[in-house]
């Protein structure tokens, strides 16, 4: 919006004032002197002359009057004294029709314009009253004979009337115009004054509905809410139409806090900030901080209160005490030692109360002390390096440096350390504790790792012997195997710093011999020698001090001994005991595999003579088995072709004459002998899978499938046999014996398919994801059996249907899994009642085939 202009500048009313007057009686002045000589040469009265003196004087007195700033009575004295020439000059003149006159309207025009209403009223009060006496005076002819000649004097007395008249008057639009302009002036800033209040009220309006903090208006007069913004709404619950015109003693939870309140307001105009508990539509409270301003409208004063809810703030307060408490707590408690120093300079700030296990200084010993006047750290340089990574992670975890003790020893410490900020200045929050005890035992570690180590033997057992004389700090150290005659051998010897020869002791008499009857630790901690007089060693080398390990077998048999001497009395910690045992382990370790080695190697040297025996011992069997074999061919064979062969000789010869159980028996003869010589000839099928060698070559199965299949047709033209084979199926395997397999099980889904109208038989392979992989399958849909008695199916003679059902004698299964087994596979079934069989089989080989190796002349045989 454009702002109004300003009015123009307005020259004072009290500048124009004093120019006015001071023209006025320069004018008066300067006409009167000019009219004095005239009057003095045209007039024979001299009182005349003496009245327009009077004038002169009268306008010289107020210039002068003017010219000093004696301007407030200036005006009046001015009137009046004109006033009283004007009746001079009439007497003088001798009748009021003189140009004198003209002085009345004149003085009476100043007074009404220059001064008040009372001298106004004076002013014309005195010419009504010295015209009305002067015109008396001439009626009676108590004044002399005037002299009506008309001259000079009366045009100037005139002219110098009219000026004055026209100054008053131009005096008199000056004032008006003054005031107009003042009043336009006001007017303007008036209207700039409502402008400002309503942009000023805009803007509070604004402030108000947009204000973050709840705010209320309120009448002073009647208490009523007269309008509430939406954080109100959002803080209290209430909308603006449900608290507009009540009262506010429902938005406070405690009514002595409100009385309190509008005490504080009513007497000082003003609360700041005063804390109290507020009420919300849901009825619960919260704590917040309320400002109220009265206005100073006497008309209408209203009550802005703005509400602060602080219970979020309230809260945070809390928790940052809990947490400041918490901390003081863990800080103060802690078994740990911490501190907090400025990071400028080292100066501890705050030290906890735990003891100071690297150190062994107090807290009055290091408050208001740096880090590098107590021996914190080495050198400068140290603490340098520490605050640099400090800066620039923020925190350290772990941080290993050294410190030095009270004492000025050295020691190892492990820092944790994080990087603060108290009253704005930068500080490290840390503890630390004391590791030289944990390097001592990583150096022992290391050093017991080390003597683990090792190709194993000899090598092994130096390695063992110098590495643990090293970290238990023994004078000698001995690892020995036991032997028979109660004496050990020395396997290694570490003496005063180097490996020494081996050598036999015995255990009677000796420290040693009751370590090897215990199987914990034999401990001599000073006066070994004094102990066992009767070792003359102990004595020789002055060794005081004895630990000693027996070495034991798995079945708790001592096998050697590990020893440990000292010449000097010792403590024995926990940790070095432990070390002792591991090396114990690690050394019964190496002599178990050392007395293994030597039972292997005693074993390989008859190995030969025992193959050879087994060798010879097989080919006796097969031998034998030949023998057998031979004989079911020609013992048992041949009275069993007799048998059929007078059996058949006896029905031919009685054809005719036998009755019909006759001839039903001499059937049942020939089918048993029938049946008997297939199970010779499966009996020995399945010996001789078990005899010979294995010629393997690549095979192709997919064309030995189909060479079964169609001869299982030909023997069953009643049937049609509908079958699906994979081509290209091949196995590195014998392939007299894959066909074997192949005829058992593809037979099988035939004979058990019979039944079924629409037979469906499969030959195929399974991927790599197949369970086993690249296994072979054979499928049917035939009668299937029951899972519950598949552990039957591969057994000799063992058959899941009758014989009346199914022909067959049990030895065909029997057979394919000799075979698959001699070819170091496996074969599986599964199957449910009247949904066929399927047939897993491996033959090791079954994997994919390098299609470079030679084919079979069998596999299409």
Same mark, same amino acid.
């Not at 900030?273 to 100073?296: K, N, W």
């Not at 114990?584 to 370790?589: E, L, N």
């Not at 399958?777 to 059902?805: C, E, I, T, W």
């Given at each position: 919006?454009?702002?109004?202009?300003?009015?123009?500048?307005?020259?004072?009313?009290?500048?124009?004032?004093?120019?006015?007057?001071?023209?006025?009686?320069?004018?008066?002045?300067?006409?009167?002197?000019?009219?004095?000589?005239?009057?003095?040469?045209?007039?024979?009265?001299?009182?005349?002359?003496?009245?327009?003196?009077?004038?002169?004087?009268?306008?010289?007195?107020?210039?002068?009057?003017?010219?000093?700033?004696?301007?407030?009575?200036?005006?009046?004295?001015?009137?009046?004294?004109?006033?009283?020439?004007?009746?001079? @000059?009439?007497?003088?003149?001798?009748?009021?029709?003189?140009?004198?006159?003209?002085?009345?309207?004149?003085?009476?025009?100043?007074?009404?314009?220059?001064? +008040?209403?009372?001298?106004?009223?004076?002013?014309?009060?005195?010419?009504?009253?010295?015209?009305?006496?002067?015109?008396?005076?001439?009626?009676?002819?108590?004044?002399?004979?005037?002299?009506?000649?008309?001259?000079?004097?009366?045009?100037?007395?005139?002219?110098?009337?009219?000026?004055?008249?026209?100054?008053?008057?131009?005096?008199?639009?000056?004032?008006?115009?003054?005031?107009?302009?003042?009043?336009?002036?006001?007017?303007?800033?008036?209207?700039?004054?409502?402008?400002?209040?309503?942009?000023?009220?805009?803007?509070?309006?604004?402030?108000?509905?947009?204000?973050?903090?709840?705010?209320?208006?309120?009448?002073?007069?009647?208490?009523?809410?007269?309008?509430?913004?939406?954080?109100?709404?959002?803080?209290?619950?209430?909308?603006?139409?449900?608290?507009?015109?009540?009262?506010?003693?429902?938005?406070?939870?405690?009514?002595?806090?409100?009385?309190?309140?509008?005490?504080?307001?009513?007497?000082?105009?003003?609360?700041?900030?005063?804390?109290?508990?507020?009420?919300?539509?849901? +009825?619960?409270?919260?704590?917040?901080?309320?400002?109220?301003?009265?206005?100073?409208?006497?008309?209408?004063?209203?009550?802005?209160?703005?509400?602060?809810?602080?219970?979020?703030?309230?809260?945070?307060?809390?928790?940052?005490?809990?947490?400041?408490?918490?901390?003081?707590?863990?800080?103060?408690?802690?078994?740990?030692?911490?501190?907090?120093?400025?990071?400028?300079?080292?100066?501890?700030?705050?030290?906890?109360?735990?003891?100071?296990?690297?150190?062994?200084?107090?807290?009055?010993?290091?408050?208001?002390?740096?880090?590098?006047?107590?021996?914190?750290?080495?050198?400068?340089?140290?603490?340098?390096?520490?605050?640099?990574?400090?800066?620039?992670?923020?925190?350290?975890?772990?941080?290993?440096?050294?410190?030095?003790?009270?004492?000025?020893?050295?020691?190892?410490?492990?820092?944790?350390?994080?990087?603060?900020?108290?009253?704005?200045?930068?500080?490290?929050?840390?503890?630390?504790?004391?590791?030289?005890?944990?390097?001592?035992?990583?150096?022992?570690?290391?050093?017991?790792?080390?003597?683990?180590?090792?190709?194993?033997?000899?090598?092994?057992?130096?390695?063992?012997?110098?590495?643990?004389?090293?970290?238990?700090?023994?004078?000698?150290?001995?690892?020995?195997?036991?032997?028979?005659?109660?004496?050990?051998?020395?396997?290694?010897?570490?003496?005063?710093?180097?490996?020494?020869?081996?050598?036999?002791?015995?255990?009677?008499?000796?420290?040693?011999?009751?370590?090897?009857?215990?199987?914990?630790?034999?401990?001599?901690?000073?006066?070994?020698?004094?102990?066992?007089?009767?070792?003359?060693?102990?004595?020789?080398?002055?060794?005081?001090?004895?630990?000693?390990?027996?070495?034991?077998?798995?079945?708790?048999?001592?096998?050697?001994?590990?020893?440990?001497?000292?010449?000097?009395?010792?403590?024995?910690?926990?940790?070095?005991?432990?070390?002792?045992?591991?090396?114990?382990?690690?050394?019964?370790?190496?002599?178990?595999?050392?007395?293994?080695?030597?039972?292997?190697?005693?074993?390989?040297?008859?190995?030969?003579?025992?193959?050879?025996?087994?060798?010879?011992?097989?080919?006796?069997?097969?031998?034998?088995?030949?023998?057998?074999?031979?004989?079911?061919?020609?013992?048992?064979? @041949?009275?069993?072709?007799?048998?059929?062969?007078?059996?058949?000789?006896?029905?031919?010869?009685?054809?005719?004459?036998?009755?019909?159980?006759?001839?039903?028996?001499?059937?049942?003869?020939?089918?048993?002998?029938?049946?008997?010589?297939?199970?010779?000839?499966?009996?020995?099928?399945?010996?001789?899978?078990?005899?010979?060698?294995?010629?393997?070559?690549?095979?192709?199965?997919?064309?030995?499938?189909?060479?079964?299949?169609?001869?299982?047709?030909?023997?069953?033209?009643?049937?049609?046999?509908?079958?699906?084979?994979?081509?290209?199926?091949?196995?590195?395997?014998?392939?007299?014996?894959?066909?074997?397999?192949?005829?058992?099980?593809?037979?099988?889904?035939?004979?058990?398919?019979?039944?079924?109208?629409?037979?469906?038989?499969?030959?195929?392979?399974?991927?790599?994801?197949?369970?086993?992989?690249?296994?072979?399958?054979?499928?049917?849909? +035939?009668?299937?059996?029951?899972?519950?008695?598949?552990?039957?199916?591969?057994?000799?003679?063992?058959?899941?249907?009758?014989?009346?059902?199914?022909?067959?004698?049990?030895?065909?299964?029997?057979?394919?899994?000799?075979?698959?087994?001699?070819?170091?596979?496996?074969?599986?079934?599964?199957?449910?009642?009247?949904? +066929?069989?399927?047939?897993?089989?491996?033959?090791?080989?079954?994997?994919?085939?390098?299609?470079?190796?030679?084919?079979?002349?069998?596999?299409?045989?």
């Amino acid at each position: 919006m454009k702002e109004p202009a300003p009015p123009s500048p307005v020259e004072p009313e009290s500048a124009i004032r004093k120019t006015t007057l001071k023209a006025i009686a320069l004018l008066i002045g300067a006409a009167a002197t000019l009219l004095t000589p005239l009057v003095y040469l045209s007039s024979s009265n001299p009182l005349e002359t003496w009245a327009t003196v009077l004038v002169a004087v009268i306008g010289w007195g107020s210039y002068l009057l003017v010219r000093l700033d004696y301007t407030t009575y200036m005006p009046h004295l001015t009137v009046y004294s004109v006033l009283t020439a004007a009746s001079l @000059s009439v007497l003088a003149f001798g009748s009021v029709r003189t140009a004198a006159g003209f002085l009345f309207v004149a003085a009476v025009a100043g007074a009404g314009i220059l001064l +008040g209403r009372a001298a106004l009223i004076g002013s014309v009060v005195y010419s009504v009253v010295s015209l009305g006496a002067l015109t008396l005076a001439e009626a009676r002819g108590w004044l002399h004979t005037p002299n009506f000649t008309v001259g000079t004097k009366v045009w100037l007395t005139h002219s110098a009337v009219l000026v004055v008249v026209a100054i008053l008057v131009f005096y008199s639009r000056k004032r008006a115009n003054i005031a107009l302009a003042q009043k336009m002036e006001e007017l303007q800033l008036r209207k700039r004054t409502e402008h400002e209040r309503d942009r000023s009220m805009e803007r509070f309006a604004r402030i108000f509905r947009s204000s973050p903090s709840p705010m209320l208006a309120q009448s002073a007069h009647s208490g009523a809410i007269l309008d509430v913004n939406p954080a109100f709404e959002r803080c209290y619950g209430y909308t603006r139409e449900q608290v507009l015109g009540r009262m506010d003693a429902f938005l406070w939870a405690e009514p002595e806090q409100r009385a309190s309140y509008l005490e504080r307001l009513f007497a000082q105009r003003r609360t700041d900030q005063e804390r109290v508990t507020g009420l919300r539509a849901d +009825g619960s409270h919260f704590e917040a901080l309320i400002s109220s301003e009265m206005g100073d409208d006497p008309q209408d004063r209203l009550i802005i209160t703005t509400v602060a809810d602080i219970t979020a703030q309230n809260e945070a307060i809390e928790r940052l005490r809990r947490s400041e408490e918490r901390f003081a707590k863990a800080f103060n408690f802690s078994p740990l030692k911490m501190t907090i120093t400025r990071l400028s300079d080292g100066t501890f700030l705050e030290v906890n109360q735990a003891r100071d296990p690297v150190q062994g200084l107090h807290k009055k010993d290091l408050l208001g002390k740096s880090t590098l006047e107590t021996g914190g750290w080495l050198s400068p340089a140290d603490r340098q390096t520490f605050v640099e990574r400090i800066q620039r992670e923020g925190h350290l975890s772990g941080y290993d440096t050294r410190m030095r003790h009270a004492d000025g020893q050295v020691i190892d410490a492990r820092m944790w350390a994080e990087l603060i900020e108290i009253d704005g200045e930068a500080c490290i929050l840390s503890c630390f504790v004391n590791t030289t005890e944990e390097k001592r035992r990583e150096a022992q570690l290391l050093t017991l790792t080390r003597g683990m180590a090792g190709p194993g033997g000899d090598a092994l057992f130096q390695a063992l012997t110098m590495h643990m004389a090293q970290a238990i700090g023994a004078d000698m150290v001995t690892v020995g195997e036991l032997h028979p005659e109660r004496s050990v051998r020395t396997l290694s010897v570490w003496k005063d710093g180097a490996a020494s020869q081996n050598f036999s002791f015995p255990l009677d008499g000796a420290p040693c011999g009751d370590a090897m009857q215990q199987t914990d630790l034999c401990v001599h901690l000073e006066g070994v020698a004094e102990r066992y007089p009767g070792d003359q060693a102990l004595i020789d080398q002055g060794f005081q001090a004895y630990v000693g390990q027996s070495l034991r077998d798995e079945d708790g048999t001592a096998i050697g001994l590990l020893n440990a001497l000292w010449r000097r009395p010792i403590q024995l910690r926990a940790d070095t005991r432990a070390l002792i045992a591991i090396f114990a382990s690690r050394a019964t370790a190496e002599l178990i595999r050392l007395r293994r080695d030597r039972e292997i190697l005693h074993l390989n040297s008859t190995l030969e003579q025992r193959v050879r025996e087994r060798t010879a011992d097989l080919e006796k069997l097969n031998a034998e088995l030949d023998s057998f074999a031979y004989s079911v061919s020609h013992d048992l064979k @041949s009275p069993l072709r007799a048998i059929d062969g007078f059996t058949r000789l006896l029905t031919e010869q009685l054809q005719g004459r036998l009755q019909t159980d006759e001839q039903q028996l001499f059937e049942r003869v020939l089918a048993a002998t029938s049946r008997m010589g297939l199970l010779i000839a499966d009996l020995l099928a399945l010996a001789r899978v078990s005899q010979g060698t294995l010629h393997r070559s690549l095979t192709d199965l997919s064309t030995l499938a189909e060479t079964v299949l169609r001869l299982e047709q030909e023997k069953h033209p009643e049937r049609v046999l509908r079958w699906r084979i994979t081509p290209g199926l091949v196995c590195l395997c014998d392939a007299r014996l894959a066909r074997t397999v192949l005829g058992n099980l593809l037979g099988n889904a035939v004979k058990y398919t019979r039944d079924r109208a629409d037979t469906l038989i499969e030959f195929g392979q399974h991927n790599a994801d197949g369970d086993p992989p690249f296994a072979f399958y054979v499928r049917d849909n +035939g009668v299937g059996f029951n899972m519950q008695y598949a552990d039957k199916l591969f057994k000799p003679f063992q058959r899941l249907h009758m014989p009346s059902q199914f022909e067959g004698t049990g030895i065909g299964l029997a057979t394919v899994r000799r075979i698959v087994e001699r070819h170091g596979g496996s074969i599986r079934a599964e199957s449910a009642p009247g949904q +066929g069989a399927v047939f897993h089989f491996t033959l090791a080989g079954s994997g994919p085939m390098n299609p470079a190796l030679p084919r079979s002349p069998a596999a299409a045989a």
